[in-house]
């Protein structure tokens, strides 16, 4: 097996775990909010997902933008801003939810180096393409949740998230 099967191979497995936890993360939460914030970035793992299991076939790395339409940071402004009327009353953060939010960032940021890694390694045009996307989109996902850990852990309020620049890192 040559090294990017290989490397796809490896992403496949990752990016399952990623739908996975993302997905028991969304059952275990109890605010509407983060359940919308983990179903977004399982689905964007599960985007990730198909469009290796694609490329894993053919090993064909021009046609990956079908597969990437609107950014996970685009997508978590339009849930709190469709949030912010239906949001009515403070709902402090359990721990559960704050050691979701320090697992997903984990994930996110091994998922990050991988295919930091393999897009160093790469010499063709557009696997670097698709990896530096990959990598792009991990790196939103990593910063929305590190955002949002730091700021439930000072405030523990899931209300007050969306009244702060919190998607801009502020």
């Known amino acids: 097996m040559d090294n990017i099967s290989k490397t796809i191979r490896t992403a496949i497995e990752m990016e399952k775990n990623g739908v996975d936890f993302y997905h028991k993360a969304e059952e275990k939460t109890s605010y509407p909010l983060a359940k919308k ?16 299991k694609k490329i894993l076939l053919d090993l064909k790395f021009s046609d990956f933008k079908q597969f990437f339409g609107e950014n996970p940071r685009q997508k978590i402004e339009n849930i709190f801003k469709e949030a912010r009327n239906e949001i009515k009353e403070r709902i402090a953060a359990n721990p559960d ?9 984990d994930m996110e940021l091994e998922s990050v180096e991988f295919y930091q890694t393999a897009l160093e390694k790469s010499e063709d045009n557009h696997q670097k393409a698709f990896l530096r996307r990959l990598v792009e989109e991990e790196k939103e996902h ?9 700021y439930l852990k000072n405030s523990g309020d899931w209300f007050l998230w969306e009244e702060k620049a919190l998607l801009n890192g502020g």
């Open 37 to 52: 914030m983990f179903l977004s970035f399982a689905e964007d793992e599960k985007r990730h997902l198909a469009v290796l």
């Open 97 to 105: 939810e704050l050691e979701a939010l320090k697992i997903g960032m």
């Open 142 to 150: 990593l910063q929305l949740l590190q955002n949002t850990h730091s």
